[in-house]
C-alpha cells in the first residue's frame, strides 16, 4: 500500500504561485491531486500517467495547473498559478483510478489519505 506526504501549502495572494510535492512510497500509479475545502466533499483537481504521457485536469484549474512527476525521486508535483481565492483548500495527493469516467481515488492502492497540504489564497 502507498504512503503518502504531501507539501508545499502556504498563504499567498490572488495570482502568487505555489508548487506543491507528494513524496509517495513507490509504484507504478496513475498519481493525482485532490483537494477538499471546509464544508466540501473532496474533489479531483488532476493527475498524470506513470510514464508521464498523459494528464488530465478539473476544468477549474486547466491552463493554470500543471501536475508532473519525477519517478526516479517518487515525487509528484503540482505547479500552481495565478491562484484564485477558490483555489483555498487543503490538497492531497493518491493513486488515482478512472471509474464511470471520473476520476477517483484508487483506495485499493492506499491505506489512508496523507496529512494534506493547506493552501489558502487571499484576495
Do not use: H
Request: aromatic share 14%; hydrophobic share 35%; charged share 20%.
Amino acid at each position: 500500500q502507498v504512503q503518502l506526504i504531501e507539501s508545499g501549502g502556504g498563504s499567498v495572494q490572488a495570482g502568487d504561485s505555489l508548487r506543491l510535492s507528494c513524496v509517495y512510497s513507490g509504484g507504478a500509479y496513475v498519481m493525482g491531486w485532490f483537494r477538499q475545502s471546509p464544508g466540501q466533499e473532496r474533489d479531483f483537481v488532476a493527475c498524470i500517467t506513470w510514464n508521464t504521457d498523459r494528464t488530465f485536469y478539473a476544468d477549474s484549474v486547466k491552463g493554470r495547473f500543471t501536475i508532473s512527476r519525477d519517478n526516479a525521486k517518487n515525487t509528484v508535483y503540482l505547479q500552481m498559478n495565478s491562484l484564485k481565492p477558490e483555489d483555498t483548500a487543503a490538497y492531497y495527493c493518491a493513486p488515482v483510478i478512472r471509474y464511470n469516467g471520473v476520476w477517483k481515488p484508487n483506495f485499493g492502492e492506499m491505506d489512508s489519505w496523507g496529512q494534506g497540504t493547506q493552501v489558502t489564497v487571499s484576495s
